[in-house]
């Protein structure tokens, strides 16, 4: 071993200790340079190649026994290792370093050992450690009396703990949150695991649970097989219930979670979740199978594909289907009313054109809505073209559309449609700016058993329409520039010239059912959604808009307008704005008066009676300590298109009482029906190393087999011991945290006894909160808890693995 100067650190000497150490360095040259590495008992020779290089404010030898001392700042580098301590003495004969005092070990990998002092081999692999306190990559601490390093690969800890809670700035000796403690701790990077024999879960210093053996990944690790935290409960419908998922990690692109679920009055259930990365996509579908107590067949799936073919195709597929409507809600998987599944591909070839093709099988959910007449889209076209400008200075927008429904029993559809609509904006010489605009709409149309306006006849064959239109738009911009405030108030006036045909009982109306006027789009040719309905009959739209701004992010818009009808429209039915020739007043207000309060609000005022037919209004107001915000939502039915009117209020209420504790209140009143249609309160307790969270929630509906729903539940994390987050019955994979909810299910009415019983017994939820970290920390004997995360998933290098529509 020799001794030579190394670039400084930030553990170098003074400039005094820097004058001594040089003197002495030169002068034990030398002497270091002939010494000679010999094995210690059980520990390996260093490195001929890689000689240690120290530094120090003082150096001593003693010739006689051939032993080095360094003082002050002392530190020694070998093969990337870098031991710093207050003294340091080497022992020649022994090839053994003893470092004391404040000794510090940095690992090339990140880990960090300190001590107070360490006995170490001259390559600085093998080390006995006392006091030891290890620091891995990721923050987490091993700490034990006595400690050992071997080969500089394993790590072992006698009576030891590990916690991946940070330490006490104000008493770093402080008890973590919670800590393992064994009696032998020991971590092995090689294997990427942290060991346990006969180990304790302790919370807040209380031991809350024990396993004669326990293993788990070591931080490098983000993926591994093995058992997640299970999940248990209880339901009125299910019973209890138990969830235990598996993680299958199949290769680095790909892994599996397979849940089987055990309820007492439903029987099992077999839940499973299958991911992989590609190189140019991914796939991600999840799926459930049961029997019920009547021996039917129940499940669902869903799933996600994306591949890109080329820098300009790409293709995906969407995937939601169940075996029955309340299914899905039941098992508490989903809640929508819809599930839509679709096979697409789309192409970009440049930024002014896009392609996409699709098919789409929809799947309802209530049971008040017959299958058979709900349509199957194959194939469905569009291609989109904005070209660039022309010798007039105008651009033209294209649109070509083709789309083919079928349906079990009633009407089948088959469309084709051109649309072309071209814009040439100009400036006034006031400042004012003019746009002139004409559109060519051809549409034609094959059905099969279209019903006719007059409900007694059907109509199958072929129609068609060619709808053109011209335009004039107006508008004024007057601005106001301010010391501090801008503001801009601008008329806006638009003409439009159309025919008072086109909507024929011939044609069926697929996609232009949902309509009703709102300031978002009461200008432009056509201000219904989808193909199907034209907006006929010359017209003219008249607005005023203003707009504020000031510093601080303040700001403010307002927006009101209307639109008259030259011929008025019968196809626009009542509660659309638009019934009449003289529509309905819009209006929209934007309020942002400071960074914490901000206040959207829209209506809709009846032309002649001044009745409000629509009022929303969204506020927020507080920052990241209290925080509070509404929506309040009112409007009437449209009988026409099967449109039940409603007016409720949906709030909450944001709380962030500490660093660590959050909660929040939420509901939503149907306010027609005096009724409370969702509420619940959530408390949260999160910080580096422990999440809990408590929550009860009540959900009034009722569909089939479905009944109103009161939940409570806990919901506990342990960081590091495995990284699953399980909702009430499914696994979310995407949550770092390990997350064990257990639910307390009651589908029956607050005043009903059994839920009474269970509310007036907080003692009962605790002890099932207490007996959750039992089962938490139990689930974790003799196996690794998996470890899982959307981001570790590595794409397949090989074209064969690539997904393809």
Request: proline share 5%; with cysteine.
């Amino acid at each position: 071993m020799r001794a030579r100067r190394i670039p400084e650190s930030r553990h170098a000497p003074k400039a005094a200790g820097q004058r001594i150490r040089s003197g002495l360095l030169a002068a034990a040259v030398a002497v270091l340079v002939a010494f000679t590495a010999v094995s210690a008992h059980a520990l390996e020779p260093a490195s001929k190649a890689q000689p240690i290089e120290f530094q120090a404010d003082q150096l001593t030898y003693d010739s006689r026994n051939r032993i080095t001392i360094a003082t002050g700042n002392v530190e020694a580098v070998q093969q990337g290792r870098r031991v710093v301590a207050d003294k340091m003495t080497y022992d020649e004969p022994r090839n053994v370093l003893t470092a004391e005092g404040n000794v510090v070990l940095y690992e090339p990998t990140g880990e960090v050992v300190h001590a107070t002092s360490m006995q170490l081999t001259g390559d600085l692999k093998n080390a006995i450690i006392e006091n030891m306190r290890a620091v891995l990559a990721d923050g987490s601490r091993i700490t034990a009396k006595q400690g050992e390093r071997i080969g500089g690969t394993v790590t072992t800890a006698e009576d030891g703990s590990y916690t991946p809670c940070f330490a006490c700035a104000e008493d770093p000796e402080r008890t973590p949150l919670w800590q393992v403690r064994a009696v032998r701790v020991t971590h092995d990077q090689i294997e990427k695991t942290i060991e346990f024999s006969h180990a304790w879960l302790e919370f807040v210093g209380v031991p809350v649970g024990y396993v004669p053996y326990l293993t788990q990944p070591d931080p490098s690790v983000k993926r591994k097989s093995g058992v997640l935290i299970p999940t248990f409960g209880e339901s009125s419908d299910l019973g209890f219930l138990i969830q235990v998922p598996y993680f299958v990690v199949l290769s680095d692109s790909q892994d599996m979670t397979i849940t089987p679920w055990f309820t007492s009055n439903e029987g099992p259930v077999l839940e499973a979740q299958y991911r992989q990365a590609l190189q140019h996509g991914k796939i991600d579908f999840r799926g459930s199978g049961t029997y019920d107590s009547q021996d039917r067949a129940l499940g669902h799936v869903f799933g996600e594909a994306r591949y890109d073919i080329d820098e300009t195709w790409r293709a995906g597929l969407d995937v939601q289907r169940a075996t029955e409507g309340t299914y899905l809600r039941r098992y508490n998987f989903d809640s929508q009313r819809t599930l839509t599944s679709r096979l697409y591909g789309e192409a970009f070839p440049n930024a002014s054109d896009y392609f996409i093709g699709r098919a789409i099988a929809f799947q309802n959910q209530e049971h008040d809505t017959d299958d058979k007449n709900i349509p199957y889209v194959a194939p469905w076209l569009d291609y989109f073209l904005v070209t660039d400008k022309d010798p007039l200075g105008g651009q033209t927008e294209v649109r070509l559309d083709s789309a083919v429904l079928t349906r079990e029993q009633g009407l089948d559809t088959r469309r084709l449609s051109a649309r072309a609509e071209w814009r040439r904006p100009f400036v006034g010489p006031i400042g004012d700016l003019v746009t002139v605009s004409g559109a060519m709409w051809a549409d034609g149309y094959n059905v099969d058993d279209l019903e006719r306006n007059d409900g007694n006849s059907q109509f199958s064959g072929n129609s068609g329409r060619l709808f053109p239109q011209a335009g004039v738009e107006w508008r004024l911009p007057l601005v106001r520039q301010g010391e501090a405030v801008h503001q801009v108030i601008e008329p806006i006036t638009e003409v439009i010239l159309a025919p008072t045909y086109g909507n024929s009982s011939r044609i069926p109306n697929e996609d232009s059912q949902d309509f009703e006027l709102q300031d978002t789009n009461l200008f432009g040719f056509h201000r219904l959604p989808g193909i199907d309905r034209v907006d006929k009959g010359p017209r003219v739209n008249y607005g005023l808009n203003y707009t504020l701004y000031a510093p601080g992010r303040q700001s403010a818009s307002a927006f009101v307008g209307q639109s008259y009808s030259f011929t008025g429209d019968d196809d626009f039915g009542k509660g659309t704005g638009l019934e009449d020739k003289t529509s309905d007043i819009v209006s929209a207000l934007d309020l942002t008066p400071a960074p914490w309060f901000d206040i959207v609000y829209r209506n809709r005022i009846d032309h002649s009676s001044f009745k409000f037919e629509r009022n929303e209004v969204g506020a927020r107001l507080g920052n990241e300590a209290l925080k509070l915000h509404g929506t309040y939502v009112r409007y009437e039915s449209q009988p026409q298109n099967d449109l039940v009117g409603r007016e409720e209020v949906e709030y909450g209420l944001d709380t962030r009482w500490t660093r660590f504790w959050r909660t929040r209140a939420f509901g939503i009143t149907d306010i027609r029906s005096e009724s409370q249609r969702e509420i619940g309160l959530r408390a949260i307790y999160e910080d580096e190393c422990f999440l809990f969270s408590a929550e009860f929630s009540r959900e009034n509906f009722k569909d089939k087999d479905v009944e109103p729903t009161n939940v409570v539940f806990f919901r506990v994390g342990f960081k590091t011991l495995g990284t699953s987050a399980l909702a009430s019955t499914r696994v979310e994979v995407e949550q770092p945290m390990t997350l064990t909810r257990f639910h307390l299910h009651r589908k029956q009415s607050l005043n009903d006894p059994r839920t009474a019983r269970t509310l007036r017994h907080p003692v009962r939820c605790l002890t099932i909160g207490f007996l959750a970290l039992l089962v938490v920390f139990l689930s974790l004997t003799c196996s690794a808890p998996a470890q899982q995360s959307q981001g570790s998933l590595r794409p397949s290098t090989t074209r064969s693995s690539r997904f393809a529509i």
